[in-house]
């Protein structure tokens, strides 16, 4: 089959699946963070934790709340890992060096799960299960709690709470992401991954593999990886690896899980504010971003617009040939537009345009569709942001959803877009301007600082992904690309609360002639157009400086 119809075909089937379980996964999750009633397991988890379940938090508390967890958190997978040779299951794996094990704790509790260093020979099972794997739901599950407090503002009027925290994480964790995952693990074991507790060479003798690979509950991380809530993988190869990526289908089952969730959740919005309208505009956004990304994504590299894939006529390097180029440029865009991180081809390999495509999804602020609740809180940070610049063309106060968008909300969406570029563009600047850092680049010229862009855009934005190339395993690297991580994930969440408790404490605001309809192809056009323009602002120069430089070489 020509490769362009087959990636046609897998595209489209792909579009299919997600618009077929858009609706009911969108509403399960409605009827999950609404109810009332709190199962057996629950009631356990509150009395443990010491919490009374029907307390509603102001946004305060709510977000001392996800710091004081997450704080605990990365304290507890520091010392796991710096204390693994002294547990059972570490397969005689040293403990992990201080600058790894900070960089390690911070990345997969702030849901980045971006690793410098190579899962198999650094992680034993238990840091694996008790410490990564953990972090893989509850820190997806936190991205998702504090997107529902969002909508909490929008959805109630004079209002203190948004909910509790606690509830909000629980229910995420154990009614949406354990059952997904639960069975997501099963489809990708029949599809050939390995799940066991081998040691290091059992697996390879049974299956006639490489001797120096371990085995492991691959499967069930797999899994958890590509709910949208994880870059890094039981391998080092990653996705690439035959035990986590097992054939084409397990690479298009891969790649629908990793979209599943942010592509449903627009629908629970929509029916949290009571007008489901204004989910399907806001999927519309991230399904227009999206279509573009992949397609130009598969366009740049199935055209080989470079010297030695013009050559050879296909740009085949770095990728695995079960895949193709084709469904790796997917994987590719969708890891990139998400906050997954998982990679099954190599980044760094990809023509100069494509590999841009790589970091310009992931500038966008990874709203089409973004992380597990990190994606739908950015669009509609960006959709207030919108309404503002729309206010302004017509000399009315902005309005979103019933809401008046004024100083207060729009200097908490402002600082929440400054964040990130901050991040990015600092860090790499400081990167650039040593010599010592700059000697951890494979290549020089163009392409070298684009491996240390793509690092620090991949840090700030919580994705995981690794352009490739860069050497980031020293002491600087681990403790600035961490404090990227830290930095990107919760002061954003802090400004996003506070916009939401901003937010309930409005009164509604009727709707006249005058006010800017959100649910209509125009407002879907306006977002996506702001979306592309604070991005193209932001990052061009450094992009011109890199990719685009060497694409036009």
Same mark, same amino acid.
């Given at each position: 089959?020509?490769?362009?119809?087959?990636?046609?075909?897998?595209?489209?089937?792909?579009?299919?699946?997600?618009?077929?379980?858009?609706?009911?996964?969108?509403?399960?999750?409605?009827?999950?963070?609404?109810?009332?009633?709190?199962?057996?397991?629950?009631?356990?988890?509150?009395?443990?934790?010491?919490?009374?379940?029907?307390?509603?938090?102001?946004?305060?508390?709510?977000?001392?709340?996800?710091?004081?967890?997450?704080?605990?958190?990365?304290?507890?997978?520091?010392?796991?890992?710096?204390?693994?040779?002294?547990?059972?299951?570490?397969?005689?794996?040293?403990?992990?060096?201080?600058?790894?094990?900070?960089?390690?704790?911070?990345?997969?509790?702030?849901?980045?799960?971006?690793?410098?260093?190579?899962?198999?020979?650094?992680?034993?099972?238990?840091?694996?299960?008790?410490?990564?794997?953990?972090?893989?739901?509850?820190?997806?599950?936190?991205?998702?709690?504090?997107?529902?407090?969002?909508?909490?503002?929008?959805?109630?009027?004079?209002?203190?709470?948004?909910?509790?925290?606690?509830?909000?994480?629980?229910?995420?964790?154990?009614?949406?992401?354990?059952?997904?995952? #639960?069975?997501? *693990?099963?489809? +990708?074991?029949?599809? %050939?991954? @390995?799940?066991? $507790?081998? !040691?290091?060479? &059992?697996?390879?003798?049974?299956?006639?593999?490489?001797?120096?690979?371990?085995?492991?509950?691959?499967?069930?991380?797999?899994?958890?990886?590509?709910?949208?809530?994880?870059?890094?993988?039981?391998?080092?190869?990653?996705?690439?690896?035959?035990?986590?990526?097992?054939?084409?289908?397990?690479?298009?089952?891969?790649?629908?899980?990793?979209?599943?969730?942010?592509?449903?959740?627009?629908?629970?919005?929509?029916?949290?504010?009571?007008?489901?309208?204004?989910?399907?505009?806001?999927?519309?956004?991230?399904?227009?971003?999206?279509?573009?990304?992949?397609?130009?994504?598969?366009?740049?590299?199935?055209?080989?617009?470079?010297?030695?894939?013009?050559?050879?006529?296909?740009?085949?390097?770095?990728?695995?040939?079960?895949?193709?180029?084709?469904?790796?440029?997917? #994987?590719?865009? *969708?890891?990139? +537009?998400?906050?997954? %991180?998982? @990679?099954?081809? $190599?980044? !760094?390999?990809? &023509?100069?345009?494509?590999?841009?495509?790589?970091?310009?999804?992931?500038?966008?602020?990874?709203?089409?569709?973004?992380?597990?609740?990190?994606?739908?809180?950015?669009?509609?940070?960006?959709?207030?942001?919108?309404?503002?610049?729309?206010?302004?063309?017509?000399?009315?106060?902005?309005?979103?959803?019933?809401?008046?968008?004024?100083?207060?909300?729009?200097?908490?969406?402002?600082?929440?877009?400054?964040?990130?570029?901050?991040?990015?563009?600092?860090?790499?600047?400081?990167?650039?301007?040593?010599?010592?850092?700059?000697?951890?680049?494979?290549?020089?010229?163009?392409?070298?600082?684009?491996?240390?862009?793509?690092?620090?855009?991949?840090?700030?934005?919580?994705?995981?992904?690794?352009?490739?190339?860069?050497?980031?395993?020293?002491?600087?690297?681990?403790?600035?690309?961490?404090?990227?991580?830290?930095?990107?994930?919760?002061?954003?969440?802090? $400004?996003?609360?506070?916009?939401?408790?901003?937010?309930?404490?409005?009164?509604?605001?009727?709707?006249?002639?005058?006010?800017?309809?959100?649910?209509?192809?125009?407002?879907?056009?306006?977002?996506?157009?702001?979306?592309?323009?604070?991005?193209?602002?932001?990052?061009?120069?450094?992009?011109?400086?890199?990719?685009?430089?060497?694409?036009?070489?």
């Amino acid at each position: 089959m020509n490769p362009t119809l087959a990636g046609i075909l897998f595209i489209g089937s792909l579009v299919l699946a997600l618009v077929l379980v858009h609706r009911p996964l969108g509403d399960y999750m409605y009827r999950v963070y609404t109810g009332t009633r709190h199962n057996p397991v629950e009631r356990v988890i509150y009395r443990l934790l010491g919490v009374q379940p029907g307390a509603e938090q102001r946004w305060g508390v709510y977000a001392r709340s996800v710091l004081a967890f997450s704080l605990v958190s990365v304290l507890f997978l520091y010392g796991l890992q710096r204390l693994q040779d002294k547990l059972f299951l570490s397969l005689g794996m040293p403990p992990v060096t201080d600058h790894v094990a900070w960089n390690t704790a911070i990345s997969f509790v702030t849901n980045t799960n971006w690793q410098a260093y190579s899962g198999e020979s650094t992680m034993g099972h238990l840091t694996q299960m008790a410490g990564l794997a953990v972090q893989n739901f509850v820190s997806a599950s936190v991205g998702m709690a504090v997107a529902i407090a969002l909508v909490r503002g929008f959805a109630r009027n004079r209002a203190d709470g948004l909910g509790n925290f606690w509830v909000d994480l629980v229910r995420g964790t154990i009614r949406i992401l354990l059952p997904i995952a #639960f069975v997501g *693990a099963i489809v +990708l074991v029949a599809g %050939g991954l @390995v799940q066991n $507790f081998a !040691d290091p060479h &059992t697996v390879a003798t049974l299956t006639g593999g490489p001797q120096a690979i371990t085995g492991g509950p691959v499967a069930s991380q797999e899994v958890i990886k590509e709910l949208g809530t994880n870059g890094g993988g039981f391998y080092n190869v990653n996705s690439a690896h035959p035990f986590e990526n097992a054939q084409a289908w397990t690479n298009w089952f891969e790649i629908f899980l990793i979209l599943l969730i942010p592509f449903a959740l627009p629908r629970t919005f929509g029916k949290m504010v009571g007008q489901v309208r204004q989910g399907y505009a806001i999927v519309a956004v991230m399904a227009t971003l999206a279509l573009a990304s992949v397609v130009l994504t598969n366009v740049f590299e199935l055209s080989g617009n470079a010297t030695v894939p013009q050559a050879v006529g296909a740009a085949m390097e770095g990728k695995d040939v079960r895949f193709g180029v084709a469904n790796s440029a997917t #994987f590719a865009a *969708a890891t990139t +537009l998400t906050s997954t %991180g998982a @990679v099954n081809s $190599f980044h !760094d390999s990809y &023509t100069p345009l494509g590999g841009m495509m790589t970091m310009v999804n992931m500038m966008l602020g990874e709203v089409a569709p973004g992380g597990v609740g990190a994606g739908l809180y950015g669009l509609l940070v960006l959709a207030v942001i919108t309404v503002f610049v729309a206010g302004l063309m017509v000399g009315r106060t902005p309005e979103y959803l019933g809401k008046r968008i004024g100083a207060r909300e729009m200097k908490l969406a402002s600082m929440y877009f400054l964040v990130t570029p901050v991040l990015v563009l600092v860090g790499t600047a400081l990167a650039m301007g040593s010599a010592e850092q700059r000697a951890s680049m494979l290549n020089s010229g163009p392409h070298g600082l684009s491996e240390v862009l793509y690092a620090f855009t991949s840090a700030s934005n919580n994705n995981g992904s690794a352009f490739g190339g860069i050497t980031v395993n020293t002491p600087w690297y681990d403790v600035a690309l961490g404090l990227c991580m830290a930095f990107g994930r919760f002061l954003p969440i802090i $400004f996003v609360l506070a916009l939401a408790g901003s937010l309930a404490g409005q009164a509604p605001v009727p709707a006249s002639a005058g006010t800017l309809p959100t649910h209509r192809p125009q407002f879907v056009g306006m977002v996506v157009g702001v979306t592309v323009v604070l991005v193209a602002l932001t990052f061009l120069p450094a992009l011109a400086l890199g990719p685009l430089a060497e694409g036009i070489h």
